[in-house]
């Protein structure tokens, strides 16, 4: 399993940044090109992806691959 992906608001603009990771994978003018871009990288790296919204509070999670619950949905 590879580094669990988070979505974060930054100056107006939006990173894509790794778990544990001091710089951002991806700037983007729009959270949801970051979106695309993180569920992309989560979903090669079979990792969590964890969306911020413009506050900095947690709105969303999503499993590619590692997801502890088999329930389908």
Known sequence: ????QY???IN???GVRG?????FTKITSTQKE???KGREIA???K????????EGRFREKN???NDPRKIKG
């Not at 778990?19 to 710089?23: C, Q, T």
């Not at 990792?47 to 413009?54: A, D, F, G, Y």
Request: charge should be negative; proline fraction near 3%.
């Open 1 to 4: 399993m590879g580094e669990n």
């Open 7 to 9: 979505i974060v608001p």
């Open 12 to 14: 107006g603009k939006w």
């Open 19 to 23: 778990e544990g990771n001091e710089k």
């Open 34 to 36: 970051a979106i695309e």
């Open 43 to 45: 979903g090669n790296q």
């Open 47 to 54: 990792s969590e992806l964890l969306i911020q919204n413009k």
């Open 63 to 65: 499993s590619y691959g």
